[in-house]
């Protein structure tokens, strides 16, 4: 990759989802002129939502989610495995047959491919971190110590939650900072008597809407949520946080943004002499023409994974293993979040109420294992899990399988059936060596090594779903409800609840206060290679319980304004 025409800018971003954003907003109002490259397409907000209000009945396949083996979805093996991907998403994900990777172990790489990256498909759950989180590894004895506090970052958190546009209830709880919020949304009928079950038999437990990056009012020119249903198909209103409705507008409101679509990036070069990122190779995903593009900071947002795969692939005579890896530590401590063991019932009574509009939200319930007090230790598991969930009542679907026909079975199912709840646990993922990522011998269409993918779940994850299966189920109980059933997809070897389906991997870049333990410091820069920052879900040095989205964004805003004062320095 030497010898392409190379075009000059201040700061380069590569990738555009959800930090990407972030970074070319940040950077770009900082006076910077800034290149974002993309590998996948173009996507425009409002124009390119075709599947957006599509009816289903318009559909050839009334929306299913998409068998690969029989629905036309051959290039969707592995993407098809997420409840996301269904006939009117399908054109948001990347092509498995493009963007292979290895599974030595089962694990599910959910990928986006157009401007906005996963940013439109996201499920807008967002939750601070508390020090219960940073300080866990510490206190542990486990990987390393994070290098920051809340304190570092709860300004941050502030700064980008007025701008998103958070939807939540305040709890005053320490494991669980508060944010700055909107309205939050209701609940329905059958959530609040589950709610008033739980808090009658557990006071340690809290139960509350969802925190969620959906607008409940009018805010910064975009419209509050008019809960129509379909937001992974893309939001015309911009009342959801995507790329393209919240940090795109701004970034290119500056004139100092470019946007490079259809453009995988191969590696990043490195100069000995200068100690920096000398310039970004490219390869035009349509043409496969090769170019370079150099810049005084990188900002590299190409998800945890697509970002792993470029350091390693950024080989020198000073980094023969990647790019700013003289810790040994690139690629490995990737984690997820474990889910899919939790439990549901029926609530009996209610008949009298329902709800209106397709809510896109639904429960939380705040973590309440080993918050550092007795009461709360347990002695077979470390840290901790919240659940997410909802209550809803029957539709016409029930029918299929209930007995009658004709007129009387209409009659029957024109009213709405009882009311089901369900919850399942999210719980945190220790990191472990072990869990690693490495370049394969098998090359891509354009010539790049694919990921080797080798990551299970240890004792402690298997350990603590045990618990988070038997507590959803005692609390449904505590709340009456009927014919509770609990569930755990894990299955050892196999798929249903592997590391992957959570679609929050985050780690193998790690920060740390020790450059011979981690490859970046507490600004998301690299020890190594000052010009190099990286702020996606990578930089994690653990996993916290709880969604990590926004922690993302207060990290990459906070590097990005950190990055520009160094170059104003000349430390950069």
């Known amino acids: 990759m030497t010898g392409q025409q190379q075009t000059e800018y201040d700061a380069i971003v590569i990738g555009s989802g959800i930090t990407g954003g972030w970074a070319a907003k940040e950077l770009t109002e900082k006076g910077l002129r800034t290149l974002m490259i993309e590998r996948g397409r173009e996507l425009v907000h409002r124009r390119d939502y075709t599947m957006e209000h599509k009816p289903t009945w318009d559909m ?86 994070w290098p920051i506090r809340y304190k570092d970052i709860a300004p941050w958190y502030s700064y980008v939650e007025k701008h998103v546009g958070v939807s939540g209830e305040k709890l005053g709880l320490p494991q ?43 805010h910064k020119g975009r419209a509050a949520c008019h809960y129509c249903g379909p937001c992974e198909r893309g939001c015309s209103t911009g009342s959801y946080f995507s790329t393209q409705a919240s940090t795109l507008p701004p970034a290119m409101a500056t004139g100092r943004l470019t946007v490079l679509p259809d453009s995988i990036v191969h590696s990043l070069e490195y100069d000995a002499k200068t ?106 598991f470390l840290r901790g899990y919240g659940y997410q969930g909802a209550a809803s009542r029957e539709g016409w679907g029930r029918g299929a399988s209930a007995p009658g026909i004709g007129v009387e079975l209409k009659r029957k199912l024109h009213d709405a059936g009882g009311w089901l709840m369900s919850m399942t646990g999210f719980g945190e993922c220790l990191p472990r060596h072990e869990n690693v990522v490495t370049l394969s011998d098998k090359t891509d269409d354009y010539g790049i090594p694919i990921l080797r993918i080798d990551c299970a779940w240890g004792p402690n994850e298997l350990a603590m779903r045990k618990d988070m299966k038997q507590s959803a189920m005692e609390m449904l109980e505590a709340a009456g409800l009927k014919n509770i059933v609990g569930s755990d997809d894990y299955k050892e070897g196999g798929l249903g609840a592997e590391p992957g389906l959570g679609i929050h991997e985050m780690g193998t870049a790690r920060m740390g206060r020790d450059p011979k333990t981690s490859v970046l410091n507490g600004w998301g820069q690299a020890h190594d290679v000052p010009n190099l920052f990286v702020t996606d879900g990578s930089m994690m040095t653990s996993s916290s319980c709880v969604n990590p989205s926004i922690t993302y964004m207060a990290l990459t805003a906070r590097a990005a304004d950190y990055a520009v004062s160094e170059m104003k320095k000349r430390n950069i």
Not at 66 to 91: H, V
Not at 110 to 119: E, L, M, R
């Open 176 to 218: 669980l900072p508060d944010g700055e919020f909107l309205p939050p949304m209701p609940m329905n009928a059958g959530e609040k008597h589950v709610k008033a079950g739980i808090q009658r038999k557990f006071t340690d437990r809290h139960m509350t809407i969802g925190r969620v990056a959906i607008l409940t009012a009018d």
């Open 275 to 380: 100690n920096r990122v000398s310039a970004v190779n490219v390869i035009d995903t349509k043409t496969k023409a090769q170019r370079a593009y150099k810049a005084k900071v990188v900002f590299v947002c190409g998800s945890t994974l697509g970002s792993a795969r470029i350091l390693l692939n950024s080989k020198s005579s000073t980094f023969p293993n990647g790019i700013a890896n003289s810790s040994g530590v690139l690629g490995h401590n990737l984690m997820d979040h474990h889910f899919r063991a939790g439990a549901s019932g029926r609530i009996e009574g209610l008949t009298d109420h329902y709800y209106q509009g397709n809510r896109p939200n639904g429960i939380y319930i705040v973590r309440f294992r080993n918050l550092g007090d007795a009461a709360s230790k347990r002695t077979d």
């Open 60 to 145: 050839p396949l009334r929306n299913a989610r998409l068998d690969p083996t029989k629905q036309g979805a051959e290039e969707y093996q592995i993407q098809s495995r997420t409840g996301q991907f269904r006939e009117s998403t399908k054109q948001h994900f990347a092509k498995d047959t493009t963007h292979a990777y290895e599974e030595v172990k089962p694990f599910t790489w959910i990928q986006g491919d157009q401007v906005g990256g996963k940013s439109l498909i996201w499920g807008r759950q967002v939750y601070r971190w508390s020090d219960l989180d940073f300080e866990a590894n510490l206190k542990d004895g486990i990987a390393v110590d």
